[in-house]
């Protein structure tokens, strides 16, 4: 079995006159947590976007598990085992956290099938563990637009855990999460896509956890990979910190 998982070559994807892609070669290694820092527009989200079939790159090649799946239809991705979290949470507001989790699990089962009805309380089982393993078990109950970010984000995660992905890609997982909790909310779910070896590839801003969390960390750069290597190392080189490093910090104060 190949050590790489997701392979991406020669990424191109121009808006207009922005190139939010630029050549972009990159490989994730299969079990690895590979952190995306980079100043806003450097095309962080774009990569995330290609990879999941939200866009199609205008050149290059997405291999997933030795097979080519650039441009496919983000459900047919999904269903080869790669999941994806947003930004900004994509939960159902009106219904409760478990009922959300449990949706997205129907949703991997095939909703319409006419065995749905005899598969609902094996789904609520397995929503119910689910939580358990993110520590949300206490708020099960709760409607998800009650609850306060660090919890909706491992909601939302949650339910892209609950397809079955082998590679979870997360557009900014700490975003708006109270200082105070961010470091509960990533050891979370670090313990849970390393119980679930979900390989993960995740845009962060936060130094502080991509230093505690990532294997690697690649760095983006007006939609190029500027730097790539362990976190002591790219984190410490001193282009990074001024071009990149410096730029959060100054954005964070
Ligand atoms: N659908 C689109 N149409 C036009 N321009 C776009 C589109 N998506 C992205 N862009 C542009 O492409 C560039 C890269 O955007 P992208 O969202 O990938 O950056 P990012 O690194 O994720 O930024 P941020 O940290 O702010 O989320 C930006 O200049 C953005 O304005």
């Not at 774009?46 to 291999?63: D, E, H, K, S, V």
């Not at 007006?222 to 002591?232: D, F, T």
Request: glycine share 8%; aromatic share 6%.
């Amino acid at each position: 079995m190949s050590d790489v998982l997701l392979s991406a070559q020669g990424l191109r994807l121009a808006f207009g006159g922005v190139k939010a892609a630029d050549g972009i070669d990159l490989d994730v290694r299969r079990g690895e947590f590979l952190a995306i820092i980079g100043p806003n527009g450097a095309g962080k989200t774009t990569f995330i976007n290609m990879t999941t079939g939200y866009l199609r790159p205008q050149a290059g090649i997405i291999t997933y598990e030795g097979q080519a799946i650039t441009g496919m239809a983000p459900r047919r991705i999904v269903a080869r085992g790669i999941a994806r979290s947003f930004q900004l949470p994509q939960l159902f507001t009106e219904h409760t956290v478990l009922e959300n989790v449990a949706l997205a699990i129907a949703a991997r089962e095939g909703p319409w099938s006419p065995l749905a009805p005899l598969l609902r309380p094996r789904w609520r089982e397995e929503a119910v563990d689910l939580l358990e393993r993110f520590g949300l078990t206490s708020i099960a109950g709760a409607r998800a637009d009650a609850l306060n970010e660090g919890a909706r984000k491992l909601a939302d995660i949650a339910m892209a855990v609950a397809l079955k992905p082998r590679l979870l890609l997360m557009d900014e997982p700490t975003s708006g999460v109270a200082a105070n909790e961010k470091m509960e909310v990533v050891e979370t779910l670090a313990r849970v896509l390393r119980a679930a070896q979900v390989t993960a590839v995740f845009v962060e801003h936060d130094m502080d956890v991509v230093e505690r969390f990532a294997d690697r960390v690649a760095v983006w750069s007006q939609g190029r990979i500027a730097a790539l290597g362990p976190p002591a190392e790219v984190l410490s080189d001193p282009q990074v910190q001024r071009d990149v490093i410096g730029i959060e910090r100054h954005a964070a104060a």
